[in-house]
């Protein structure tokens, strides 16, 4: 079937399936030569909208094949770019180079970043980086691409999961709160412990985390 003017439309739908324009006005409450009138001299100009509902349903076809206007476009949420850095922070030993920008960007929904942080309306402070290293298994994996907060630092710690600076090296590490202090625990129960000899710099806190399955 190919779409056209609704009235010639429901014409080859009746020719096609063996239908009388009789039986079809009674099918939809109307006088037997409702749909004829319809077809033939445009009157009614349109079909009412249960009309239409109810015919198109009876004939499994699209009710805009008999007149309904196209549902429109769903809107598309905006998105904020957060900017990937060409850097690692290490679930395991390793250094790192100095903080560069990527050519490409994490697109994420301007709606959930709010909701993310909720005591901000911008994504400043925002950035995504790569996991290397298996000492946050299961919760972070060799791989795996976090969202990190930097304006969630040292001035809010608590319990939770943070990019740290050790000395040139980013390391990403569970803080768990111990009394007035602060412990720093890999999540991976095989790891070693983590050496903070060189003393630590707070980078950000992580928000989310993606993987590729």
Known sequence: MVEGDPRA????????????????????????AYVQQFIRRGTPRRLAEADRA????????????????????PAVAPLWTVPMLDIAASAGPGAVAEDRLSAAGMGFSEAWLRRLRPDRGDREGLS?????????????????????????AHDRLRDGIYVLRVDDVLLVKRLVREGDG??????????????????AVVIGRVLWAGRTL
């Open 9 to 32: 439309v429901l014409a080859r739908l009746i020719q096609q399936r063996g239908e009388d324009c009789a039986s079809l006005s009674r099918l939809i409450g109307r006088n037997p």
């Open 54 to 73: 109810r015919l198109a349903a009876y004939f499994g076809v699209p009710e805009t094949w008999l007149g309904a206007a196209e549902a429109p476009a």
């Open 128 to 152: 995504v980086i790569r996991v290397r290293g298996i000492s946050m298994l299961p919760t972070l994996a060799d791989g795996d691409e976090i969202l990190v907060d930097r304006h969630d």
């Open 182 to 199: 602060f412990a720093v625990r890999s999540d991976n129960p095989d790891a070693g412990p983590v050496d903070l000899a060189g003393g």
